[in-house]
């Protein structure tokens, strides 16, 4: 990804950046604006307020304006954490969404993985007590990032984790998800899918202060053999439990038992999750953005199946259209589904519908990337409409 620097004046630390730092977490915000990541840096570097952040990010790149040595006034949080101890990242068009939006919060989900790697902060570091990888709203309760938290803070933070797994080689290996524990391992009694009811919390896998849970029930999400508190609920939204704090479970056999689950979704299926879908099997209310798309089961559980590009488990209930072991539509296609870029120096035409006789909507330009959703013969569903796949080249499968 390209990362441009912009040298702050010295004449402006005393306002923007006036203590020395060594950062410790990262904090998350949206803009609320519709400009460019060079335009939001500019402009806070040019005004003398004392507001200021270390990158933006938008659909084309990174701008740095601020090194990662000196602190800046983003959090809200006067002299506390946020401000004083983390990177703030602001992802650009935020106020109006849409396709640019969606490609700034990718870009920004890789530059948080790589920022990760670099310091050395953990897929752990997300679901930490003290939000190492956190938000505006977890410094000082400001509502912040307002998108991203409308369209699901989870399914962000599974965004990250994904491009960390690429960056560190933890990633999905025959086709069972990074999440999942190796059954010859995993001596715990319990499975990844488990729906447990609780009497208490721990913050982390190696905590011993019990807490009060707000949420009484939960998904077993990840399981750490041989930890004080092994098992986590509901990707950290819950925290993480023991043995002593499950008062009652049902088993999901998430390896082994195919009950309840509809013929032909096995791991490799692509499924439709259908527009009536309300839930994540975890609890949270899906947002209507990722509802009507085509996805890949990476595991099978009791009733319900983790999708690879949400990373979130939903109920088989909810799923529509589905073939089994095929990472394309059912049509006998050449392309699979994946992110696309357009190969072609004139443009490509984005229409209503999967054919020449629907209506252009508007034109990619060549080198535009495209995330796909459904594929019909060489015709894709983009976020902006469908393209004819034979001017582009494929990035990565899905």
Known sequence: MLVTKVVM?????STKCPYSMKPEGITIHNTANDASAMSEISYMIRNNMKVSFHEAIDDYRVVQGIEHNKNAWHAGDGHGFGNMKTIGIEICYSKSGGE???KAER???????YLMKQYGWTLDNITDARHTIGTHQNRSGKYCPHRTLDNGLERF???IREEYRKLTGEDINNGKPNINVDNTTNNTGRNIGDNITINGVY???SSTKKLNPAVKSGMITKIIPG????YLLNNGNIGWVNESCIVSSSNSQAQNNNTNVAPNISVGSTVTLSANATNYATGQKIPAVYKNRNYTIMQVGNGKVLLKELYSWVYTKDLVGYGANNNV???????VLGLYIVNTSSGLNVRSGPGTNYGVKKAYTNGTKFDTYEIRGEWARTPSGWVNLKYCKLVRKY
């Not at 004046?9 to 630390?13: F, G, I, L, S």
């Not at 930890?227 to 092994?230: L, M, Q, S, T």
């Not at 539509?329 to 392309?335: E, G, H, L, V």
């Open 227 to 230: 930890a004080k508190n092994p």
């Open 107 to 113: 870009n920004a989900a890789e530059r948080i993985a």
């Open 100 to 102: 640019r939006f969606e």
């Open 203 to 205: 913050t982390s896998s």
């Open 329 to 335: 539509a059912s049509n006998n296609s050449n392309y």
């Open 157 to 159: 933070y599974n965004m």
């Open 9 to 13: 004046p010295q004449d402006k630390y």
